[in-house]
């Protein structure tokens, strides 16, 4: 008897993780065109695949169980589509304004369309006064919101998508003393770790090394430019970033004055890029300097890059000189570390 009553025990506990999970169901309209196409219901948090489906009859349709909310997002062959919060009920979408039917959707698109008329005042209004009340009504609204949900994907989501890929390392560690269950989920914690390696690559600091594979099988490093004796201007950059391309004139001026000055050398790395369309963007736009191709996002995690352009000045020791200047403060940095 006892024997049984242990075993029904374990039994129980076995199964109540199980009784907590919830049925969802998601119902996501697609185009015609995308019919056979396959879909796939991503953790945003993660990454991870939670499912996938084909796309019929103009939907992509899934079923299944969650114990816990979290944000998610659907991707047809690759594309990506907008992010909702995977919950207990059935989640539909508007094309306009987002997903609906469930609680915490049913806020996130209530909060959408209010950022929505706020903005849309905004444009439409001419008096500087009225403007700078509705920016500070946006800014109430958001707060609000997201104090009132510091525990759940909505809150994350508002937190995600506001300041937080901006703050420094401080500011994101004291932002997680507040709200436990933000730094509990994997960006949080991916941007604080950018965040630190940031911190860590400010002036002052020394340069670190990365190696990469070119196209042709050869290897490049940092340290084959870095740390050889003269100042280094490196510009992380890709062929699609506009601003990038802008800062290209910069960088063309500060070669072109220091071209016949053997103390300086400028140098490009192209990450998160195509290899045929970063040397499309080198010819087009006629860069006379060196470039290291593919690096993807491995100088960006060494560096803490959020956002490109990003040019770092280095000394001829390879110490961080300048970060994050562009336009008339990177060629005053420039100038001043050379007239030394």
Known sequence: MKKTQLTLALLALLAAPLASAEQYKIIAPMGEDEDGAMAKLINFDSGETIDSVLVSERAAVFEGTVDEPFLARILVDGARQPV????PGTISFNAAEGPFGTMLNDQL???TKEINDIQARYRN?????EQQKLYESYEVLLDSTLQANTDNPFGYYIFLNGDASMMDAQELRDSFARYPYFASLQRAKRLLENAERREATQPGGKFIDFAITQPDGTVKKLSDYVGK??????????????????QTAVLKDIYNKYKNDDRLDVLGVAVWDEVDATKKAIEKHELPWDCILDAQSVPTELYGISGIPCIILFGPD????????????LRADVDAALAK
């Open 84 to 87: 909702f919060i995977l919950e």
């Open 109 to 111: 698109r209530s909060l």
């Open 125 to 129: 209004s001419s008096s500087e006064e």
């Open 229 to 246: 004796g003269k100042y280094t201007l490196v510009d992380f950059w890709a062929s699609w970033c506009g601003p990038c391309i802008r």
């Open 318 to 329: 390879g110490t961080i000189l300048s970060r994050d200047k562009q336009d008339d403060e």
